[in-house]
């Protein structure tokens, strides 16, 4: 079960008034909702939440959409900033900390497939060509992201 009490409604953050560094969530969270909105099986976006994130770096939401359908969940929590924008769902997925290391996961499995020289088409979408030097430049990403944000 998700913890709300760890998030941010974005909705709720002050626009006009910006002493709290809320600017960059603001950026992100249009980001998050432009990618999901291009996604056919998203309506639109009911609500974002902030659950956590760097400025220039990452953000990690929680977005509430419009599924198209019964079958497409409505709760998806996003992962943008200088990465790969990627959607994860929400099954087992319960804070924002979480999230992030299941987004490592994932394109770390993108990136050891494209290492190996395997097919990425049934891995999460990265949107970069599958290169050695794409694969690379997301390896270290993911080391910082793992060894800054996730280091116990």
């Not at 002493?19 to 909105?37: Q, V």
């Not at 977005?63 to 079958?71: F, G, L, N, Q």
Request: hydrophobic share 50%; aromatic share 10%; proline share 5%.
């Amino acid at each position: 079960m998700i913890d709300y009490a760890d998030l941010v409604d974005v909705g709720q953050l002050r626009r006009d008034h910006d002493d709290n560094g809320h600017a960059f969530i603001f950026e992100y969270a249009a980001e998050a909702k432009d990618f999901l909105c291009k996604k056919r099986w998203c309506k639109g976006i009911v609500n974002v939440f902030y659950g956590d994130g760097c400025e220039g770096i990452i953000a990690i939401f929680l977005v509430e959409i419009v599924p198209e359908s019964a079958d497409v969940d409505k709760l998806l929590w996003v992962v943008v900033g200088d990465v790969p924008p990627a959607y994860l769902v929400t099954d087992v997925i319960e804070r924002p900390l979480e999230a992030l290391k299941v987004y490592i996961e994932e394109m770390r499995a993108w990136v050891d497939a494209v290492k190996a020289g395997k097919a990425v088409e049934n891995i999460i979408p990265v949107n970069a060509p599958p290169t050695k030097e794409y694969a690379d430049m997301l390896a270290v990403r993911l080391d910082f992201l793992r060894d800054n944000f996730l280091a116990e």
